[in-house]
């Protein structure tokens, strides 16, 4: 990668899908502009950019726009040095598989958020759980021996990126419901409090994160937001 690339990241300050890509720029050392939008009131140059009208957006040299957090943080880490994905093209495939995964929890969060009551809550809560132990499950038997703090052992890796948002969601709702998500999950606990440690992932939000994501979700007719009122 040229010296003289520059990077634009066109995001908002709660999406988990800017935050892969923020802890992927910050893992690779690339510098970078971040500029936050309002997606309730999308600037007419943003929907220009993004076919989608989703964050983020990714805007090489002021020239090249790239969409969708998956290749973002592909080509981020194609075109720097280091590698963060396995040597493997098995475990890497076995990596990008998971990785889908995470992102339909993303979509199960979503409902959770949403769901008017708790009836569906609790629905909502029961997916989450079932996926989070499958999870557990792979891990404990694809890496039993692992000592390691991230999902394939020592090293950090795009997987990594991906799970590290999906968690904090859940730092942040458990200051106001027990959801019983993470009970007997011992690899995925163990995994959970080093991404909450891991520089990178800290610095992928803001210090107020948690208070705007209150915020957001007590703008919803939802058992959650009925729950984080309190």
């Not at 994905?85 to 495939?93: G, I, R, T």
Request: with cysteine; hydrophobic share 40%.
């Amino acid at each position: 990668m040229s010296n003289q690339t520059k990077f634009k990241l066109i995001s908002h300050s709660l999406c988990p899908y800017v935050q892969r890509s923020v802890i992927t720029l910050k893992e690779k050392g690339i510098d970078f502009e971040r500029i936050d939008l309002d997606l309730a009131n999308k600037p007419e140059w943003f929907l220009k950019l993004s076919p989608l009208g989703k964050v983020p957006i990714l805007v090489v040299n002021d020239a090249h726009v790239l969409f969708e957090s998956n290749v973002i943080t592909e080509y981020l880490n194609e075109v720097t040095k280091g590698d963060l994905h396995s040597s493997s093209p098995l475990v890497k495939a076995k990596h990008r598989a998971w990785i889908e995964f995470g992102s339909s929890i993303l979509n199960d969060i979503g409902g959770l958020y949403n769901a008017p009551d708790a009836s569906q809550y609790q629905s909502k809560s029961k997916v989450i759980q079932n996926k989070f132990k499958s999870i557990n499950q792979f891990l404990e038997t694809e890496y039993e021996n692992q000592q390691g703090e991230y999902f394939a052992g020592d090293n950090f890796s795009l997987i990594d990126a991906v799970y590290g948002p999906i968690f904090r969601y859940f730092d942040t709702f458990e200051a106001y419901a027990n959801l019983h998500l993470f009970e007997d999950l011992e690899q995925i606990n163990n995994w959970r409090e080093a991404l909450s440690k891991r520089l990178s992932v800290k610095q992928a939000v803001r210090d107020d994160y948690p208070e705007l994501l209150r915020n957001f979700v007590l703008k919803r007719d939802s058992h959650l937001a009925s729950l984080m009122s309190k």
